[in-house]
């Protein structure tokens, strides 16, 4: 079976920084993309930063360039979101996503184009 489980996120002043950790398993390619969502409370979700194996790229949102770093160890099958100068703002639950499938610029961070999401983990900044 698909599994995505992540850890690393607690409460944390602004300013501070965290690392959030997504181990995956149960996927049989290796071209996935992988990503990190986010959802606050009465807001819709909203893709943070992607990265795709295939080539290495990476993409952020505007909110976090500069502050938030994706990174991946194929080996352990772990994607990391490192995460610095927290503000309130990026109070949410975080949730890493990952698919197969080939996407479009415009897909890389819709959330209808992922198959596969983990349960979350609450990052709260104050």
């Known amino acids: 079976d698909v599994q995505l489980v992540e850890s690393g996120g607690g409460s944390v002043q602004p300013g501070g920084s965290l690392r959030l950790s997504c181990v995956a398993s149960?996927?049989?390619?290796?071209?996935?993309?992988m990503a990190w969502f986010r959802q606050a409370p009465g807001k819709e979700r909203e893709g943070v930063a992607v990265?795709?194996?295939?080539?290495?790229?990476?993409w952020y949102a505007e909110s976090v360039k500069g502050r938030f770093t994706i990174s991946r160890n194929s080996a352990e099958n772990t994607v990391y979101l490192h995460m610095t100068n927290l503000s309130p703002e990026d109070t949410a639950m975080y949730y890493c996503?990952?698919?197969?499938?080939?996407?479009?610029?415009?897909?890389?961070?819709?959330?209808?184009?992922?198959?596969?999401w983990g349960h979350g983990t609450q990052v709260t900044v104050s």
């Open positions: 996503a990952a698919d197969p499938r080939r996407k479009t610029d415009d897909s890389w961070h819709d959330a209808f184009w992922y198959m596969f």
């Open positions: 149960g996927f049989a390619g290796s071209n996935l993309y």
């Open positions: 990265n795709y194996a295939g080539d290495g790229r990476t």
